[in-house]
């Protein structure tokens, strides 16, 4: 597919490039090549496919929701400034 200098422009615009003549030659045929690749999709026969929502298996990904016992305070008694039940903090607001 081919591009038109208008198109070009608004495109380089839009990505905010600045191209020299020679690079906006070649982003108008690396854009034709681009869409030309992505329209050999339209000749892929889809029928009977049904549509996934994940490229792979990512079922073992998810797991039950369930609560487990955790370090509660443990995990931050040995931090600096912890006292009380409290960890003491720098004011970082003015």
Known sequence: MAFSTLELQKI??????????????????????????????????????????????RSLLFRDDRARPGLGCRAIESSAGYEDGLIRVPKIVE
């Open 12 to 57: 380089a615009r839009l990505a905010r490039l600045s191209l020299s003549d020679d690079e906006f030659i070649r982003l108008g045929e690396d854009l034709g090549r681009i869409v030309d690749f992505v329209d050999q999709l339209a000749e892929v026969d889809v029928n009977g496919i049904e549509p996934m929502s994940h490229a792979g298996d």
